[in-house]
Structures are given as structure tokens and as C-alpha cells.
């Protein structure tokens, strides 16, 4: 099946189409930045030169292909600069509207569980109401959201904190460990469900195993509290990690201080107010697809030793895991 992949040179992009193309699939791949392309994917196969904002070059992507994984996306919540409105807004119609309209088949739209955060209850589940975020992320999301269920046609995967190696801009979850592990983790209400990259990478591969009824797979991933999550990156490095027990007012405010002061100052430690509110307010996933989950540990360990080769990390500071 001809597959065309927005998002390939990303962190999920990358790897699904690794695992797109281990399963037999011909991969196309709308980038913007063909150079970084290559040397996020260690080659050329494949690659076409577009921006999902721009209609016409999405429409000449889609034409000739079987079927659509669209996991471009813009985030933002840790403080970087972020088109929205671009990429989760009028890019996303362009590329699921267009290729619902192509009849392409399946059509497979990479979501997130922020959609549901902050949640109604306990657990998240398949049948949980959208959520009105805060923050400028969670509200895009939620409107691409809404876009994508009209449409009728396409599968929506909702992964929950993507961790693991090989994220070609350190981002997200990946960002957070490196600051937990560095400064320390604040001990807070909340948590995050850990869903490894290439476990999360498999299960949209397996979206493509043929046509079929459009469907929402929640991968939401293993839920770990903060406090759960000091203790891994302890137990897996041998060293103490440094904690801060917080109220959540406070960890709300020290965001919005860092907001301010990142207009000014370059700060890299990854909190904000956005990411504060979605790391208290954050709850399990109740059920989603049988889909065969390595340990958070292993994943863990795998992005230390992984942020460590990469320079993000001293060996020093990921412990036992140090070659």
C-alpha cells in the first residue's frame, strides 16, 4: 500500500514510517525540510518537498497514494515557538479533508489524550467528552478534533506521553526526564501515561493492515504519578534523584514566571503554565487497544541512555546506565 506520511521527519513520523515500511508498505513523505529529512530517516526514498499549510502542495502529495498516516503536528507546551493555528489547524484539514475527498482508505490522524485533559472523571475512556483546555495547544487539538469526527471517515489515535530515543528536537516528555533527572522532579497531583515511541509507532503501522471501519484507538500508554516516575529514573540510574514536593498552585505560578521570563531570558527547563495544567489534571486511560506495551522502565532506560549519546545528558547524570 502507497502510504503517504506528514510528519516523517518528527519523532513519531520517523518511526512509524520505519515500521510502515518493515511491514511492506511504500512510503511518500511530505516534508518541509528535505536536508533534515535525510538525516532523520538516513535517507532520500520517498521524500517530497511541501508544508501541510499550503492546499495545493498536500493535493499533489495525496495523488497517487492508497492511504494517509497524518502525524504532523505543532506543540508548544514547553515553551517553544509554535504555529497552531498552521499546522494543527488549517494544515490538518487540508491533509484529512483532502484525502477523505480523495477517498483514500484507511485515512489515520495521530491525535493525543490532551484532547480529553483536562477530564470529567477518574479514567479516560473512548466515550469521554472533548475537554476545553487552557492552554493554546489543547485548544487546537480539540478543534482538529472536532474537524477530523466530522468528516466520518478517519481512524483517530490518541497516544498518550511519548517517550523513548531517536526524537530528532528534543521535545515533550523526552524534555521533561532530562529536566527531572538534571534538576529534580516536582511531586505533584497528576501523571503522565508513558507510551514508547516504537511501541506507539507498531500500532499505527498495524492501522494500515487493510481497509476498514474508521475507528478511535486510545494509547493512552502505562500511567505513572510524578512520584512513580522519580523512583523509576532512580531505580534505573542508581542515583538519587532530587524531589520537590509542591502545591499545585504553586507549580501553576512557578509556569507562569518562567512564561514571562522566557520572553527575555533563554530558559531551557521545560515548564510552563500550559504544561503545568496538563501534568496535574492528567488522569489513566480506562481501556484502548490490545497492544503489547514494554515496560516504562525499559523505555525509561532506554531514553537516558539515548539523551546521553545525544549530548542532552552528562554520563554522569544517567548513573548505571553509562556505557
Known amino acids: ?8 521527519s518528527g ?3 520517523s518511526h512509524a514510517v520505519a515500521a510502515l515500511r518493515a511491514a511492506g508498505h511504500d512510503c511518500r513523505l511530505l516534508v518541509r525540510d528535505p536536508e533534515r529529512a535525510v ?9 517530497v518537498r511541501g508544508d501541510i499549510r499550503d492546499a495545493a502542495a498536500v493535493r499533489r502529495a495525496l495523488t497517487g497514494c492508497e492511504a494517509v498516516l497524518h502525524a504532523a503536528a505543532d506543540m508548544g507546551v514547553t515553551g517553544r515557538a509554535a504555529d497552531l493555528a498552521g499546522a494543527n489547524g488549517q494544515g490538518l484539514e487540508n491533509v484529512l479533508g483532502q484525502a477523505v475527498e480523495l477517498g483514500l482508505d484507511p485515512v489515520v490522524h495521530v491525535s493525543t489524550i490532551a484532547v480529553f485533559v483536562p477530564p470529567t472523571g477518574p479514567r479516560i475512556t473512548a466515550a469521554s467528552p472533548l475537554a476545553s483546555p487552557r492552554n493554546a495547544y489543547g485548544r487546537s487539538k480539540v478543534a482538529g478534533e472536532r474537524y477530523a ?11 498518550g506521553g511519548v517517550a523513548g530515543p531517536g526524537q530528532p528536537r528534543l521535545d515533550a516528555l523526552n524534555e521533561g526526564i532530562r529536566a527531572g533527572v538534571r534538576q529534580g522532579w516536582p511531586l505533584v497531583p497528576g501523571g503522565v501515561g508513558v507510551i514508547d515511541v516504537r511501541d506507539l509507532a507498531g500500532a499505527l503501522a498495524a492501522c494500515f493492515d487493510g481497509p476498514g471501519e474508521p475507528r478511535r484507538v486510545l494509547l493512552g500508554g502505562r500511567f505513572v504519578t510524578w512520584s512513580e516516575m522519580a523512583d523509576l529514573c532512580e531505580a534505573v540510574t542508581g542515583r538519587r534523584i532530587r524531589r520537590y514536593r509542591l502545591p499545585p498552585a504553586l507549580l501553576r505560578g512557578l509556569g507562569s514566571t518562567l512564561d514571562l521570563l522566557k ?10 503554565r500550559d504544561a503545568a495544567e496538563i501534568m496535574l489534571t492528567n488522569v489513566p486511560v480506562a ?4 497492544v503489547a506495551l514494554r515496560p516504562v522502565k525499559d523505555t525509561i532506560s532506554d531514553t537516558l541512555r539515548w539523551l546521553a549519546a545525544e549530548g542532552h545528558l552528562k554520563a554522569s547524570e544517567i548513573g548505571t546506565l553509562a556505557p
Open 287 to 290: 481501556e484502548g487497544e490490545e
Open 149 to 159: 469526527r466530522g468528516l466520518g471517515r478517519v481512524t483517530i489515535v490518541y497516544p
Open 39 to 47: 538525516r532523520v530517516l538516513g535517507g532520500a526514498d520517498g521524500l
Open 1 to 8: 500500500m502507497r502510504v503517504l506520511v506528514t510528519g516523517a
Open 263 to 272: 520572553k527575555v531570558i533563554p530558559i531551557s527547563y521545560p515548564l510552563t
Open 11 to 13: 519523532f513519531v513520523g
